[in-house]
């Protein structure tokens, strides 16, 4: 809780000395190491935990957390399938699985996922919006774009969603939408958008007026 990862992993490492069997522990430790950004660690402590306890639904989530961050988005597929299996009624699991999928490029999937997130928790903004993109990617724009419209009804303030939006509106050839869209993600926190409204390429939005 004090953010000491290094001596949080030396208590939890003398836990599983004093008790090799504590599932748990090991869970905890990969949390402690994937702060740590220590993901191969991580995810050792993740799988001995589901060796101890094939029903700790947490290592599960956790394990397929880390491997994403590795780019093992198929592994973190697999974790997150187990993790809905043992409890579908979790909307996380379906909309991490969802990101993985569209990191693959399953966008059909993905669509799949972030819909039974949504199901099961209608204000997952951060499902809307991804819907939004991964429609958005099969160039189902207009289809897209009452996603984009319910996560920034949800959470008004997400940047990431306003970009979404942009996107989407400027494939609609709606440029003003899309330059307000661009100009409120860069308010909200998405700075990734400033280098291209500073290029030449974003000049045309650049020189819109408010």
Do not use: H
Not at 3 to 30: C, F, H
Not at 140 to 157: E, G, Q, R, V, W
């Amino acid at each position: 809780k004090l953010e000491d990862y290094k001596g949080s992993i030396e208590d939890y490492t003398k836990a599983v000395q004093l008790d090799p069997e504590y599932a748990y522990a090991y869970n905890n430790r990969g949390v402690a190491k994937e702060k740590l950004e220590d993901y191969k660690g991580a995810i050792e402590d993740y799988t001995k935990a589901i060796e101890l306890n094939p029903e700790l639904t947490q290592a599960y989530a956790n394990r397929g957390y880390s491997k994403k961050n590795l780019n093992d988005n198929f592994g973190a597929i697999y974790d997150y399938t187990r993790l809905i299996e043992l409890n579908p009624q979790d909307s996380w699991a379906y909309r991490s699985r969802g990101d993985a999928k569209q990191n693959l490029e399953d966008f059909y999937g993905a669509i799949y996922d972030f819909t039974r997130a949504i199901e099961i928790d209608p204000k997952d903004a951060i499902a809307y919006n991804n819907r939004c993109w991964s429609k958005y990617k099969m160039g189902k724009y207009k289809s897209a774009l009452p996603d984009c419209n319910k996560s920034l009804l949800i959470n008004p303030k997400d940047g990431n969603t306003y970009d979404s939006r942009g996107d989407v509106n400027f494939a609609l050839d709606d440029k003003k939408g899309a330059c307000s869209d661009y100009k409120n993600a860069i308010a909200n926190g998405y700075k990734q958008r400033e280098k291209y409204l500073k290029s030449d390429e974003g000049a045309w939005c650049r020189n819109m007026p408010n």
